[in-house]
């Protein structure tokens, strides 16, 4: 499912903002982008969007606006700024000359002032950290929300179609077991020259059981009752219905296959094709 989310806090001058972006992914597929001195956060957001996201590519970045980072500021030499000095007055008496040095002169002289390349400990910008990414997650969520809500509404009418698939082929399938007896029957009879089908050979109650979808109607009556639970459900049924809509699909296509009049193989075509929408939806299903 796609969304999109940011969030931001700060102190101290310093403000940490953090966006998440979501798009479809069978699995839960989580990137994370980093400051290089906040790399110790890294399990910590994982953490954080496992609880939140199951399914979906991830995308998560944090950026640190201006202001010094953990661990980094400004080093002045004052050993090295001294030896200047007094190796700049000797010069000066030498030559007879005014110094004219000050402390901005002195500070620009090589090796005198610097940056503090070493690592900090960015503990204390954790929680500002934590409270950005919440932030982002929950406007990630809400979108993916309104999302849901829509595929829901979708998912629900191609089960119904499904679901009245169902019941028509229920409705049919006795009428045309009988139908295909009879029909037996008569080609019996032509064949053996019997008054009677009564006797009729083994290879008779085979066929008629080939023919038989009783089962796959009531797996299929199972799959719908539980898909449709699952669109009412508030835990993650992604998966699930992944696994019905493959169930139900394994099913349709046995109907299909032993359909012995024209409707009801017409009711397992129209049954697959809403059943082939369910499953491209739900791909994009939390």
Request: charged letters at 25%; aromatic letters at 4%.
């Amino acid at each position: 499912m796609t969304g999109f989310g940011r969030g931001s806090a700060g102190a101290s001058g310093r403000t940490l903002a953090v966006e998440a972006r979501s798009v479809n992914h069978r699995y839960l597929d989580l990137a994370l982008r980093l400051p290089r001195e906040y790399g110790s956060f890294e399990e910590r957001l994982r953490g954080l969007v496992r609880g939140r996201i199951r399914r979906g590519r991830v995308d998560l970045v944090l950026a640190a606006g201006p202001g010094p980072a953990p661990g980094r500021g400004l080093v002045v030499d004052t050993a090295l700024a001294a030896q200047y000095h007094q190796a700049l007055r000797n010069l000066a008496a030498r030559l007879g000359v005014p110094i004219g040095l000050d402390a901005a002169a002195l500070a620009a002289l090589p090796g005198v002032c610097g940056l503090s390349e070493e690592p900090g400990d960015p503990e204390g910008d954790w929680p500002l950290v934590a409270i950005a990414a919440q932030q982002a997650l929950d406007g990630l969520d809400a979108m993916r929300a309104r999302e849901g809500a829509t595929l829901a509404a979708a998912l629900a009418a191609a089960l119904g179609t499904v679901g009245a698939q169902l019941r028509a082929a229920e409705a049919r399938a006795p009428l045309a077991a009988g139908e295909r007896l009879a029909a037996l029957r008569e080609r019996l009879q032509a064949a053996l020259g019997q008054a009677s089908a009564g006797g009729a050979p083994a290879e008779l109650w085979g066929l008629l059981e080939r023919a038989d979808i009783r089962e796959e109607l009531v797996r299929l009556g199972s799959h719908l009752a539980q898909a449709q639970a699952c669109l009412e459900s508030a835990e993650p049924v992604g998966r699930v219905l992944d696994f019905l809509a493959q169930e139900m699909q394994r099913e349709w296509s046995t109907i299909a296959a032993k359909a012995v009049d024209a409707e009801l193989a017409e009711r397992a075509v129209l049954a697959r094709v809403a059943v082939e929408q369910i499953r491209e939806q739900v791909q994009n299903v939390e």
